[in-house]
């Protein structure tokens, strides 16, 4: 799943080449994957591409906007008469002739431009919203771990309500947003603490660990342009460089670059978690 260092990443890439340009038709090849009047939003001009959490916004005139979430497999896809630009689930859709089987929307653009959200598996959606709706939908989210408003002691206060493995803390959207599975194992090897723990048992010494590496892997996950798990070429090198760089995720079997000890694997909430059976106890 993209998380918050791919979607931030697919947003400025997009800002750049989306906005000013007016959304000339709103073709929908997938009724699940849309919610709202296309019709409504035709002949409107991107004013700006923003990110709240892993949601990308399309702001547009007169209380109008376009919400988007990739989910799983949601791509957005950039096309226009010189270049193709991709971000999202890494699958072959990023090279390969568009539409794909796997457009579920496709918005013609000015100048010649066309936007496609494709997704494999059709968990993502676009939805035409109001200000207040955006808003309503922005409420379920946590502030963005990388916020200033996420301190030592808003951790410490929602750590101190639930006796969850604090690897399932840091990724509650409800907490903090932003620290998918990938970021949550580095972010907690870096830390040194075993993702296992109880929230509420950790010491704020730990609290205080874990806030510190978290903001560390996902700005440096911003700075890499997100990971690129899969081995798809990427398109006019969108496709991050963090899977050089990861600390534990993915690497079990493999020395632990904090002590070196071994890295390992185990199921936490249904997800793979990746630590150091050393140094993380």
């Known amino acids: 799943m993209p998380e918050l260092p791919e979607v931030e990443t697919i947003v400025r890439r997009l800002a750049s080449l989306i906005k000013g340009k007016s959304i000339n038709k709103i073709s929908v090849l997938r009724e699940k994957s849309f919610a709202g009047d296309p ?135 409800a907490i903090v947003s932003g620290v998918g599975n990938i970021y949550a194992s580095d972010a907690l090897n870096l830390a040194q603490i075993n993702p296992a723990k109880p929230a509420k048992d950790l010491a704020p010494e730990e609290v205080q660990k874990l806030l510190t590496s978290s903001k560390f892997v996902i700005n440096l996950g911003i700075e890499s342009g997100g990971a690129t798990i899969d081995n798809y070429k990427h398109v006019d090198g969108f496709s991050g460089s963090y899977q050089d760089k990861v600390l534990a995720y993915g690497r079990e079997g493999e020395e632990c670059q904090q002590c070196g000890g071994t890295i390992v694997r185990a199921k936490i909430g249904g997800r793979s978690a990746f630590f150091c059976r050393d140094c993380q106890v």
Not at 154 to 170: G, N, Q
Request: no cysteine; aromatic share 8%.
């Open 39 to 173: 019709e409504k939003i035709a002949g409107m001009p991107i004013v700006a591409v923003s990110r709240r959490a892993k949601l990308i916004r399309l702001h547009l005139p007169e209380n109008h906007n376009l919400l988007v979430h990739l989910k799983m497999t949601g791509q957005l896809i950039y096309l226009d008469e010189t270049q193709k630009i991709g971000g999202g689930h890494p699958t072959a859709d990023w090279v390969q002739a568009l539409p794909s089987s796997h457009t579920r929307i496709v918005f013609d653009l000015s100048d010649k431009a066309t936007l496609y959200f494709n997704d494999m598996r059709v968990f993502g959606w676009v939805r035409a919203l109001d200000d207040e709706q955006v808003q309503l939908e922005f409420d379920k989210y946590g502030p963005d771990i990388v916020d200033d408003s996420v301190t030592l002691e808003y951790l410490l206060e929602k750590f101190s309500r639930t006796a969850r493995p604090v690897k399932l803390a840091i990724m509650d959207n």
